[in-house]
């Protein structure tokens, strides 16, 4: 079954200690982008990958590190997090460098930081 | 720059009744226009998406919207709303070269028995 798959879903962490969400996609997709969902805000994109070893910020990198070492996994680092990076995050996917291709999503990751 | 802009962050309708989401994009240049649909504790799903040609596209799950470029408009419509359909919808667009998807902030749809 094609699919992402992120870990954890949840997580309830302290201020400061370094965590790694991971993401993993068996499609073969050239491209990955993880987001952040906000209530009234929708997804903001905030690093996204067009291959290995290739990596950009979107729309809110501060605070979030990506590597891209192989092409079906996407980690988001947070390396110090922060309460205001408690958040919904998503991973998501697609074939090629065509931002005409719809983007398949992970289920989410549901992250607290106290 | 791009953007999106959903009207509405929250709708109600009747069993049967006409559903509504409006959403309008700006974009330098001709967009990539999809409908996302998010059901609790789950990803996005594809509803339906315009790249080019037909500017009335059908989806899933009885659902089309309709590309209108004059009114730089994407409402998604569905002529009789089924209690399933309750679900958060985003309208997102993206520029035919960069590598960007700008999502809506989305519009959380009820529906009534």
């Known amino acids: 079954e094609a699919q992402v798959t992120q870990n954890p879903r949840y997580l309830i962490t302290v201020t400061g200690k370094k965590l790694t969400v991971t993401c993993s996609q068996n499609?073969?997709?050239?491209?990955m982008s993880w987001y952040r969902q906000d209530p009234g805000l929708g997804l903001r994109q905030i690093y996204y990958?067009?291959?290995?070893?290739?990596?950009d910020k979107g729309d809110v990198p501060e605070g979030y590190k990506v590597s891209r070492k192989e092409k079906r996994n996407f980690p988001l680092i947070l390396e110090s997090p922060s309460p205001n990076q408690t958040s919904l995050y998503f991973c998501a996917s697609r074939p090629g460098d065509r931002s005409n291709q719809p983007q398949h999503f992970g289920d989410g990751t549901r992250l607290s930081i106290l | 720059a791009q953007s999106v802009t959903q009207l509405g962050s929250h709708v109600s309708v009747s069993e049967g009744a006409l559903v509504l989401l409006r959403c309008n994009y700006s974009s330098s240049v001709p967009p990539y226009l999809f409908w996302y649909v998010q059901y609790p504790n789950q990803g996005l799903q594809l509803l339906l998406k315009y790249t080019t040609g037909a500017t009335l596209v059908k989806g899933i799950n009885g659902f089309e919207a309709e590309f209108k470029k004059s009114e730089t408009s994407f409402h998604l419509t569905k002529p009789s709303a089924h209690m399933s359909d309750a679900a958060e919808y985003f309208c997102a667009v993206s520029d035919g070269g960069g590598f960007k998807t700008i999502f809506g902030a989305g519009t959380r749809l009820f529906v009534k028995a």
């Open positions: 990958s067009m291959n290995v070893e290739v990596t």
């Open positions: 499609m073969n997709h050239e491209y």
